[in-house]
């Protein structure tokens, strides 16, 4: 258990809803990151929080896309007007403060998307 | 810009096989180098890393050494489990010239037969 958990943990839709996800990282951790992972294939990076302020965000990170941090503890990532293609794993990653072992991610179980 | 290649899976070994995943990487600066191991139904956990060129990053009997010279970083285990089954990514960090993100290679499923 990383300490990171998200909500929900899968979420089946039609096409052209809009779905939200959640996700709570290790309390006190500042840095909050969202990836999303398709079938076959690695981790994607989408966006990054520094506290509440969103600091990066990936071309892949479509106007349907939209991600927020209020005060900066849990996030949440809406998609607007699914589409097929948005269907994939959601992982929300919090890495530890302090110099020590700054830069390693520690995942969430991720929020699996079936866009149907 | 940073990416990082990993050997194509899938790979199945007997039980007590000896286990080698390649990663190979581009990177602009000193990134720092990452193994996590994703079980099925399960999110990405955290197998080893290296920050410097010659570390060499351990844990679960999985080392993986820093090797600049051929920008490599990998994965090697002795004797393999069936609880070893899982995929494995490659994946580097590289601050000051990427941002905070991680770069991870596609992935190789590894699957261990009795």
């Known amino acids: 258990d990383t300490g990171v958990s998200q909500n929900p943990r899968h979420k089946i839709t039609k096409r052209g809803q809009n779905v939200t996800f959640r996700c709570d990282p290790i309390?006190?951790?500042?840095?909050l990151y969202w990836y999303r992972q398709t079938l076959g294939q690695g981790p994607e990076f989408l966006t990054y929080f520094q506290n509440e302020a969103q600091l990066e965000k990936s071309r892949l990170l479509s106007d349907r896309f939209s991600a927020e941090r209020p005060k900066g503890s849990f996030s949440t990532l809406e998609i607007q007007r699914t589409e097929q293609g948005d269907s994939a794993m959601y992982l929300c990653?919090?890495?530890?403060?302090?110099?020590?072992?700054?830069?390693?991610?520690?995942f969430g179980p991720g929020t699996r998307l079936l866009v149907l | 810009g940073d990416s990082v290649t990993q050997m194509e899976g899938p790979v199945t070994l007997s039980e007590e096989a000896f286990l080698t995943i390649n990663c190979t990487y581009t990177?602009?600066?000193?990134?720092?180098l990452f193994w996590y191991v994703q079980y099925p139904g399960e999110g990405l956990q955290l197998l080893l890393k290296?920050?410097?060129?010659?570390d060499k990053g351990s844990n679960k009997g999985f080392e993986a050494t820093y090797r600049k010279e051929t920008t490599s970083f990998h994965l090697e285990k002795g004797s393999v489990q069936v609880s070893d089954s899982a995929v494995y990514f490659c994946a580097l960090s590289d601050p000051p010239n990427t941002g905070n993100q991680f770069y991870f290679g596609t992935g190789t499923s590894l699957t261990v037969i009795p």
């Open positions: 309390s006190e951790h500042n840095r």
């Open positions: 990177a602009t600066g000193y990134p720092s």
């Open positions: 290296a920050t410097k060129a010659d």
């Open positions: 990653a919090s890495p530890p403060e302090g110099m020590r072992d700054r830069e390693t991610q520690y």
